[in-house]
């Protein structure tokens, strides 16, 4: 499986979630080395980077989660979850301590957030019905074909049975 650090330059890339995550994260993680410097090669190695709505939010999501659980002491993520939905003013002070996770994207690492519209939709349900893969995921493969890209910079191996994605790993 090809590695991220071999990506060339020119590339047309869909960014995944997990990718993200792993940069926004306040939590070391072995993979984030990697994953910065993507990032920072985006611009200067002209590769051209896309992600969805939908991606930017599981971003947000996880990252509201990982630090709500570092900061409240919280033991698992779905205690994490239930303790935020009870204190929506623990919401409102993390996210004033978050960086703008979508503004960065673009503004900082050239990285396209493309709208989804309902042929994306439509098209994500064939995806399912042939791949099997979950909602989320079928999404990003609807939206690479609509914007003809092959390549996905993701942790998750489950889109390497698409055969015409080249799954590019940190």
Request: charged letters at 20%; glycine letters at 2%.
């Amino acid at each position: 499986m090809p590695s991220l650090l071999d990506l060339p330059p020119n590339s047309r890339v869909f960014v995944d979630a997990n990718i993200l995550a792993y940069h926004f994260a306040t939590v070391p993680s072995e993979l984030q080395a990697s994953v910065r410097n993507f990032l920072a090669s985006i611009r200067p190695q002209h590769i051209q980077a896309f992600t969805s709505p939908i991606v930017t939010l599981e971003v947000v999501h996880r990252i509201l989660v990982i630090e709500a659980r570092k900061e409240y002491s919280l033991a698992t993520s779905l205690e994490t979850v239930n303790y935020l939905k009870h204190h929506p003013e623990a919401i409102k002070l993390l996210e004033r301590k978050l960086p703008n996770i979508a503004s960065e994207l673009f503004n900082r690492f050239g990285i396209h957030i493309e709208a989804i519209t309902h042929e994306h939709v439509h098209l994500s349900r064939q995806v399912r019905l042939q791949y099997g893969l979950l909602a989320n995921d079928s999404m990003i493969v609807a939206m690479m074909n609509k914007l003809k890209l092959q390549h996905l910079v993701t942790n998750d191996r489950d889109f390497t049975k698409i055969p015409q994605l080249t799954v590019w790993l940190p």
